[in-house]
């Protein structure tokens, strides 16, 4: 098997294709180098091991979702740029299934470019929430409120969660609202002062 054309990009591009199709689990080394055509000798010139494969993925899975994320807030504030955060990331959600799992967290020793990655969709956020004049702890606290709502929502939405009539994307509009409502009564609150 030849590595003709092989460099790191085309790599994370085709463990990328794996993890959508066929779910984490089934990101391994010897999966991903018979998808490039290549012996898993041959990936370790392009990353260190699994590990650095899974870093190089979470950083490719956090760059997409801030893309998705920018789209979907540019010239938003308040309710709209809620909305857009969390339509945003249900689309990725939908559009890349098995990326969604890789932007959960960094782990500290993280590749900086994956590092990088998450900071910027923490910066996006950020500044979504700061339209409900959120700063400090505060600000924290509401990002993972939102974080843990809407990852909820797209993982029990995946697994078939949502078996009733009731229209899927309506109960998303309650979730923007009592986000919108939660988030404006977080920030009103006197024990905030």
Do not use: K, N, W
Request: net charge negative; charged share 20%.
């Amino acid at each position: 098997m030849a590595s003709r054309g092989l460099d790191r990009a085309r790599l994370v591009a085709a463990a990328a294709e794996l993890v959508d199709r066929r779910g984490p689990e089934a990101l391994t080394l010897a999966a991903v180098a018979a998808a490039v055509g290549v012996r898993v000798p041959s990936l370790y010139h392009h990353v260190a091991g699994l590990p650095g494969l899974r870093s190089a993925l979470r950083g490719h899975a956090l760059r997409l979702l801030h893309g998705t994320l920018s789209a979907a807030t540019i010239g938003r504030a308040g309710r709209d740029a809620v909305a857009g955060l969390v339509g945003g990331i249900r689309d990725f959600a939908g559009a890349h299934p098995g990326l969604l799992a890789f932007t959960t967290h960094v782990a500290p020793d993280e590749e900086s470019a994956a590092a990088e990655a998450a900071e910027a969709v923490v910066a996006l956020v950020f500044a979504v929430l700061r339209g409900y004049r959120l700063e400090g702890a505060d600000l924290v606290h509401a990002t993972r409120v939102l974080r843990a709502a809407v990852h909820g929502f797209v993982t029990l939405e995946a697994a078939g969660g949502f078996a009733r009539p009731e229209e899927v994307d309506d109960t998303l509009d309650v979730l923007v609202g009592v986000l919108d409502a939660g988030l404006q009564a977080f920030a009103a609150s006197p024990s905030r002062a």
